[in-house]
């Protein structure tokens, strides 16, 4: 199902059409901030700002991590907001009104919804992370806190570089063939490719949620340059933010 744009207050951002079933959820992937004749300090902190607003998220109800390209998954309870964020690639959480957002400029964004046990988790992945397994360490963590079974499980794989843009060395091929030898690497050998999102999709597959119930957006942050901020095309500092909450 192709995701959603929209514009709410002047503030642009996608979801995922599957995800919006679930009336107690919010879900959001931001752009970048407008581009203005005059660029500003202060500009995309204030679009963020906007945009969490449009989920009526102020600061302190907001759980953001320093991603570090591993595969610690951190259980929130209360959202201890500052400027040392604790190390991490994901978050899961069961409270409601409580927004876990993870920042992106190519990575791939998962968020991840159990709607029986009501439990909710945001995680990055980056190509590290995604050959550390992250995505099934946080659905093992879920079931682990809260009871959640893959099978009840829904996902969104947000904007991510897709392989059209991501060209990376053989040896690093080889590291996710020799991880995953099961899977088909016909293309990527040929092309010099990675296609991280895919990646992730075939993990969760694997893990046991059902192939229905993954929206990936396939969005490629690198080629949409009026969407997205792009580390493989522009070296930026500057990240999108992928947020979920329950109401
Ligand atoms: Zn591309």
Redesign the pocket.
């Known amino acids: 199902m192709p995701w959603e744009q929209r514009e709410v207050n002047g503030v642009r951002y996608y979801r995922s059409q599957l995800l919006a079933q679930f009336p107690w959820l919010e879900q959001g992937f931001s752009t970048r901030a407008p581009v203005s004749p005059v660029t500003k300090p202060g500009v995309e902190e204030e679009y963020r700002r906007r945009f969490f607003a449009l989920f009526g998220l102020t600061p302190d109800r907001i759980q953001m991590v320093r991603q570090v390209h591993g595969d610690r998954v951190l259980v929130i309870d209360r959202p201890q907001p500052g400027l040392e964020l604790p190390e991490a690639d994901a978050m899961i959480t069961n409270q409601p009104g409580v927004g876990l957002a993870t920042i992106h400029a190519d990575c791939v964004p998962v968020v991840l919804v159990d709607p029986v046990r009501r439990v909710i988790a945001a995680v990055h992945a980056g190509w590290k992370g995604t050959l550390a397994g992250i995505v099934g360490q946080t659905i093992k963590r879920m079931e682990a806190e809260y009871g959640s079974k893959p099978a009840d499980c829904w996902a969104a794989i947000g904007p991510a570089?897709?392989s059209?843009?991501y060209r990376v060395s053989r040896e690093r091929i080889k590291l996710f063939q020799e991880k995953w030898p099961g899977l088909d690497w016909r293309a990527a050998e040929k092309r010099g490719v990675l296609d991280l999102a895919a990646l992730n999709q075939q993990c969760l597959e694997k893990l046991g949620v059902r192939p229905a119930r993954i929206d990936p957006a396939r969005l490629?942050t690198?080629?949409r340059d009026t969407d997205f901020y792009s580390f493989r095309r522009e070296q930026t500092a500057r990240r999108m933010l992928s947020l979920i909450m329950m109401k």
Request: aromatic share 0%.
């Open positions: 570089v897709g059209c843009c490629c690198a080629c």
